[in-house]
């Protein structure tokens, strides 16, 4: 039984992640954005569910009053309606998705607008301190998400027996995971790609070549973003609440930053890797934390081993790893293959 | 005579230097148009100024009558001038292939249609376009590795190859056949006299005169910022200006015994 949630747990966060650190590959690996604001984009889609969702269905069932205690009783009044009747959840579920995705990409864009002439340092603090004020905000104001109190997201799965809730659920985000790194590869595997690194080379040979640099830069965060978002928005109905504090940027953008470095810029399948390996490491860290303490006669609290030994990783990697686990590799399209095919036979 | 390219007394400030004073040139159509000049003439900052990436503080750029003066240098290059760097820019962890790839316009490179794959015959084309060239300056063999691995000489080829590969109306180079050997160089130009022909026309800036001159069609000398001669081969090599300027006092270098 432990064992089964332990697979669990990993199969949750690896789809979690897998969305995160998927889109943030796409604007810092292939376009060497560096976003210190991801976890921001995943907050976007937790408001979504959270803030704009509950609203709506406030809205619906004549619902007045504080968006704390609201959730609660639009919470249970929702699960009831959708034990009943499974294709409103699946549909709340659906269209939260859609809509997290619209408002991700929309504030990708309006953030990184004023932004997107910065060099790459400055440009990253300043995405870390639009994130940390939205975070900020969003913790200590109570009318939004309920700051510190949080507020309930209702169980789009409400039909499914409880003891079967959580397979289901991470079977969900594993196809949402699926269907995002698909996405993302396609359109990676493409003159896109290829563009978004030969920006991140030399910004100034690809203006001189005609690519409007600072517009490629906005709609590549926005892609990436609506995204992120997607992430967001499963984990609030994952955790059927949502608070900000859930959203740090440790969490949300330091360890994706770290699993794509880990993983290998630049290269997709390098970001499977990289997420793979930390989750697997993190929530075995997670579980069996007491245990390494108690036998490694560590001299500090359990809960800081993990920070300390993903900081030592991080070191490690960029020292004496850079590339990751899995090379960049120049993009392939169908008819450079055919070029290879005709050099070989030249041959 | 149809004049491509045009500036009128185009002047850029440094903070009260005038790296260029007043600057007239026209660039005649299908034509090779070379600048010459001692180091610090002010030809590269005209460069970057006509390829928007220096803003002019004073005057005038017209490009086939159309003014596109201080508009982006990717605006620029849309009007149909593309441009090279004296240090050879590539793209260091593409490939030599990618590098040229990258100097046309892709329906793919949009988000939205790379997802529909709207860019697979475009792409068929420029393929086949670039290794052709990488063939011609003898990079082929080179084609899948990364940029950053070649040599100096290479890179000043594929800076050049990447020029000739995008679609323009006006090419602009500075220093392209500085650090190539002489049989490659001679080749080069070759290439462009051909594109000549095909309705491209260059403007280039360049030291190696033993080799580029027997190709131009028209000279402008520049000192200081200023266009101090302008005319064909033969008339500017007799210009006492331009001899004392640029090409060296040779008679006082023989009375002082050098």
């Given amino acids: ?75 249970s009044v929702t699960n009831e309606i959708i034990a009943a009747n499974p294709a409103i959840g699946i549909g709340i579920l659906v269209a939260s998705l859609l809509l997290a ?21 400055y440009l990253a603090i300043t995405l870390l301190a639009i994130s940390e004020v939205m975070f900020m905000v969003s913790y200590y104001n109570t009318d939004m998400i309920g700051g510190y109190y949080g507020v309930s997201v209702p169980n789009v799965l409400a039909f499914v027996p409880g003891e079967q809730r959580l397979s289901i659920f991470a079977l969900i985000i594993l196809l949402i995971a699926f ?6 590869d396609r359109v990676t595997n493409s003159p896109y790609g290829r563009l978004l690194r030969a920006i991140r080379e030399n910004e100034m040979v690809a203006e001189a070549y005609g690519k409007n640099v600072m517009v490629v830069r906005i709609k590549t965060v926005a892609f990436g973003s609506a995204i992120a978002a997607l992430a967001g928005a499963l984990y609030a109905y994952y955790s059927v609440n949502v608070i900000a504090s859930s959203f ?33 490491v993190k929530v075995l860290l997670m579980v069996y934390k007491f245990e390494i303490t108690a036998a490694l006669h560590l001299p500090f ?17 960029l020292i004496y790893k850079p590339e990751g686990l899995i090379k960049e590799k120049p993009i392939m399209t169908d008819p450079i293959k055919r070029l290879v095919d005709k050099i070989k036979k030249a041959k | 005579m149809k004049e491509i390219l045009k500036t009128k007394n185009l002047s850029k400030f440094f903070y009260g230097l005038k790296a260029l004073d007043r600057v007239n040139i026209n660039v005649e159509k299908d034509k090779l148009t070379l600048i010459i000049g001692p180091n610090g003439s002010g030809k590269t900052t005209l460069i970057n100024v006509i390829s928007g990436f220096y803003k002019a503080d004073e005057g005038q750029i017209l490009f086939n009558g159309m003014d596109i003066t201080n508009k982006p ?11 090279t760097f004296q240090v050879p820019q ?16 892709n329906p793919g490179e949009r988000i939205l249609n790379s997802l529909l794959k709207k860019w697979v015959k475009k792409e068929e084309e420029i393929v086949e376009k670039a290794y052709n060239y990488l063939e011609f300056l003898g990079l082929d063999h080179l084609w899948d590795s990364e940029a950053y691995k070649l040599s100096g000489g290479q890179l000043k080829l594929l800076e050049i190859g990447r020029a000739l590969m995008a679609n323009a109306k006006l090419i602009v180079m500075d220093e392209p056949i500085a650090g190539v050997n002489p049989v490659l160089a001679n080749n080069i130009l070759d290439r462009i006299t051909e594109l000549k022909k095909q309705g491209i026309t260059f403007l280039i800036v360049e030291h190696r005169l033993d080799i580029i ?45 050098v």
């Fill in chain 1, 1 to 75: 039984m432990a064992q089964e949630y332990l697979i669990l747990d990993i199969v949750i966060w690896f789809g979690l992640y897998l969305i995160v650190c998927i889109s943030l590959n796409v604007e810092y690996g292939f376009g060497g954005i560096p976003n210190f604001g991801r976890a921001l984009a995943v907050l976007i889609g937790a408001i979504t569910v959270g803030g704009i969702v509950n609203r709506i269905l406030m809205a619906t069932f004549g619902v007045s009053g504080g968006i704390v205690e609201a959730s609660g009783l639009v919470k």
């Fill in chain 1, 101 to 121: 995705a619209l408002l991700g990409a929309i504030t990708g864009a309006l953030f990184i607008l004023p932004s997107a002439k910065l060099s790459e340092d």
């Fill in chain 1, 179 to 184: 269907l995002a790194y698909l996405l993302v």
């Fill in chain 1, 248 to 280: 740090s940027r440790v969490e949300w953008t330091f360890y994706p930053f770290l699993m794509i470095l880990l993983g290998g810029l630049a290269n997709n399948k390098g970001v499977i890797a990289g997420v793979l390996a930390f989750v697997t």
């Fill in chain 1, 301 to 317: 609290e359990a809960v800081w081993l993990e920070y300390i030994m993903f900081g030592i990783l991080m070191l490690i990697i």
């Fill in chain 2, 73 to 83: 240098p990717h605006e620029i290059n849309w009007h149909g001038i593309v441009r």
């Fill in chain 2, 90 to 105: 590539p793209l260091k962890k593409l490939t030599v292939l990618e590098n040229l790839l990258i100097a046309e316009q």
């Fill in chain 2, 213 to 257: 001159l027997k190709y131009v069609d028209h000279v402008y000398v520049m000192a200081n910022g200023k266009v101090i001669a302008e005319g064909g081969a033969e008339e500017i090599l007799n210009n006492k200006e331009v001899i004392e300027v640029y090409l060296g006092a040779t008679d006082e270098a023989v009375k002082c015994g």
